[in-house]
Nanobody, 120 residues
Framework: QVQLVESGGDLVQAGGSLRLSCAAS????????MGWHRQATGKQRELVAG???????NYADSVKGRFTISRDNAKNTLYLQMNSLKPEDTAVYYC??????????????WGQGTQVTVSS
């Protein structure tokens, strides 16, 4: 089995910064594309940022220029650096990743989420 665990969520003031981490563990053979989504209370889950195996990135317009997605393949870990945070960034942030285990084909896994709260 494979699992993803997010960490780094916290309560911060507007204009502050946070770095989220997502560690993959288990019977991992290979990790393909990875990404971050978020879901605010009463809202649909939305894409925040994605990163391919080749290092190409894409961002939601609302976070472009403020957030940076990266990955450390040696540590099986995904990161999201969040700067200039706004109250509207408040949400539960989820990581996901397309992973092949040692005995199963590629499958998209989701973490349990980490809460980010930005106060004004």
């Amino acid at each position: 089995q494979v699992q993803l665990v997010e960490s780094g969520g916290d309560l911060v003031q507007a204009g502050g910064s946070l770095r989220l981490s997502c560690a993959a563990s288990g019977r991992i053979r290979s990790i393909d594309d990875m990404g971050w989504h978020r879901q605010a209370t009463g809202k649909q889950r939305e894409l925040v940022a994605g990163i391919t195996t080749g290092g190409s990135t894409n961002y939601a317009d609302s976070v472009k220029g403020r957030f940076t997605i990266s990955r450390d393949n040696a540590k099986n870990t995904l990161y999201l650096q969040m700067n200039s945070l706004k109250p509207e960034d408040t949400a539960v942030y989820y990581c996901n990743a397309k992973i092949a285990s040692r005995d199963t084909p590629y499958y998209v896994y989701w973490g349990q989420g980490t809460q980010v709260t930005v106060s004004s």
